[in-house]
């Protein structure tokens, strides 16, 4: 495991992924596809799209637990794609048995719970990576690209960025009213901690990663509990007989520690929006910069904004969004796996991601702006 590039010398890696759902086929689909690799066992609750999938990707081992693969000693890596609360076990799990880990975001129900497994990471100097994949869009590599050029005394193309708005917002798209999606216990929140966390994500990333330090939140569930919102894209593990107790509409005001600021608002359905909306806007003092998604649009996403001696203009880039976010996050994960260095790949992005959603459900609960624990 101490070259980048897989040759044809270089033993595969051995790899086991968990769940059977839009996750866990997504994360079977990108290794088989990739060189280097190899999916050798497979599990999930739904026997049989268990052997179905197993069959068609020629996986020979197959489980109904998790615990039985992750027990397994000849794999490498485990892939997680299963409900938020098992992120947390099924990582600890696997690090402290010497795998390196693949977890879908968000990285953990709670930031107490972040923090142990990127410990666990630590202690074991495994990869802990995190399937934040809409960061891997062309669109938001184009405006991190934009947004990293410098002129002559270092100045970026927005100036000073002081106010940023992210919001990812559904006007029907709670993922199963009854589903674990929509369960405090085993989803940790709503919309936040699924479609928010995507979009605090690319924020974060193209504004450079500053600390948030600060949440003032509200929180509401005016359409889940009531059965209004649904959605047909039903997850795999749907009806769990559970209570719907997670909001169904988020929005906060975040406070960076140099005084500059992020609107983060999520919905899984509200009476406003035609669709589907993603959005992240930047403000600076000489420039803005939008990237504007409807119904996951693959073109026109990007425009920028700006001045030309005194008139405001508007660019709009053709900046096309090929589809395989995961695949690419994948293969970023292969090769820190395959380097042998390991530092600044043991989960610390996402935890602080997981801090700043803790302080979300915290200031909405409580009434009253709240600290993001460092
Ligand atoms: N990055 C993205 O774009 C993206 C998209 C969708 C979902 N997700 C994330 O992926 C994860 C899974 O979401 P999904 O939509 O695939 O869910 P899903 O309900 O469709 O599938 C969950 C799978 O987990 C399996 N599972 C549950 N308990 C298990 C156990 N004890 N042992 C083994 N398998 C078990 C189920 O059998 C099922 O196959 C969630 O964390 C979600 O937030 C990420």
Redesign the pocket.
């Known amino acids: 495991m101490s070259t980048t590039t897989p040759t044809d010398t270089t033993p595969p890696l051995r790899v086991g992924v968990?769940?059977?759902?839009?996750?866990?086929?997504?994360h079977l689909d990108a290794y088989t596809a990739l060189p280097g690799v190899e999916v050798i066992a497979l599990?999930?609750?739904?026997t049989d799209?268990?052997h179905e999938l197993a069959d068609s990707r020629g996986v020979p081992n197959r489980?109904?637990?998790?615990?039985d693969?992750v027990a397994r000693d000849d794999l490498d890596i485990v892939s997680?794609?299963?409900?938020?609360a098992?992120?947390h076990p099924?990582a600890v799990a696997a690090l402290e048995s010497g795998k390196h880990v693949f977890?879908?975001?968000?990285l953990a129900t709670t930031g107490d719970q972040a923090q142990e497994m990127v410990d666990a990471a630590v202690r074991n100097d495994r990869v802990l990576e995190v399937?934040?994949?809409?960061r891997r869009r062309a669109d938001v590599q184009f405006l991190s690209d934009h947004l990293a050029q410098r002129d002559a005394d270092g100045n970026g193309p927005l100036g000073h960025v002081y106010h940023a708005r992210a919001s990812w917002l559904r006007r029907a798209g709670i993922?199963?009213i009854r589903?674990?999606?929509a369960n405090k216990e085993t989803?940790g929140g709503g919309p936040l901690?699924?479609l928010g966390?995507?979009v605090l994500d690319i924020a974060l990333h193209l504004l450079g990663e500053p600390r948030v330090v600060t949440a003032s939140a509200v929180a509401y569930d005016e359409l889940g509990s009531a059965g209004r919102g649904g959605s047909d894209r039903?997850?795999?593990?749907?009806a769990t007989g559970r209570p719907f107790d997670v909001e169904d509409f988020a929005n906060a005001l975040l406070r960076f520690e140099d005084g500059s600021s992020l609107q983060l608002q999520a919905s899984w359905a509200s009476y406003s929006k035609d669709v589907e909306d993603i959005e992240v806007e930047l403000l600076g003092s000489i420039g803005g910069a939008r990237l504007f998604v409807r119904d996951y649009a693959t073109e026109g996403t990007v425009t920028l904004y700006s001045d030309e001696q005194g008139v405001p203009t508007v660019t709009r880039p053709g900046v096309r969004v090929p589809a395989g976010?995961?695949q690419r996050v994948i293969e970023e994960f292969l090769t820190a796996v395959r380097s042998g260095d390991h530092a600044g790949h043991h989960g610390e992005f996402a935890l602080h991601r997981s801090r700043v959603v803790d302080a979300i459900y915290a200031s909405a609960a409580a009434g009253r702006e709240m600290e993001v624990v460092a």
């Open positions: 968990i769940g059977l759902g839009f996750a866990g086929t997504t599990a999930g609750q739904e799209r268990l489980y109904a637990d998790w615990q693969l997680i794609g299963v409900p938020n098992l992120h099924i977890c879908e975001k968000p399937a934040y994949n809409h993922p199963g589903s674990w999606f989803a901690i699924d966390s995507h039903d997850p795999v593990s749907a976010h995961h």
